[in-house]
Nanobody, 126 residues
Framework: QLQLVESGGGLVQPGGSLRLSCAAS????????IGWFRQAPGKEREGVSC????????YYADSMKGRFTISRDNAKNTVYLQMNSLKPEDTAVYYC???????????????????WGQGTQVTVSS
């Protein structure tokens, strides 16, 4: 059964860091682009970051550039999202999802992504 499981969320103070993991089971991630998305209460889902298969090209939403880093370890079948300099507005449930090969220009909308995980809560608060 194809499944993605996110982990690593939690409560962190502003300016702190977290590393989220997206682990795949039932298939191998190396042929897929992986996207991270988030949804805060009362807000629409937004794209956070994406990493393409093979080329490893990475993409970030403007508000995450310089603070977040996406990476993949195909040997561990896992994608990571390192989040630094966290702000209260980063509070949300974070999800990962897959798309064949490339992120594509429309990746932030997430419409072409599937096999969404259950999400992991990130709360940034003092």
């Amino acid at each position: 059964q194809l499944q993605l499981v996110e982990s690593g969320g939690g409560l962190v103070q502003p300016g702190g860091s977290l590393r989220l993991s997206c682990a795949a089971s039932g298939f191998t991630l190396d042929a897929y682009a992986i996207g991270w998305f988030r949804q805060a209460p009362g807000k629409e889902r937004e794209g956070v970051s994406c990493i393409s298969a093979s080329s490893g090209m990475t993409y970030y939403a403007d508000s995450m550039k310089g603070r977040f880093t996406i990476s993949r370890d195909n040997a561990k079948n896992t994608v990571y999202l390192q989040m630094n300099s966290l702000k209260p507005e980063d509070t949300a449930v974070y999800y990962c999802a897959i798309k064949v090969l490339w992120c594509g220009s429309g990746w932030p909308a997430g419409a072409a992504f599937g096999s969404w995980g259950q999400g992991t809560q990130v709360t940034v608060s003092s």
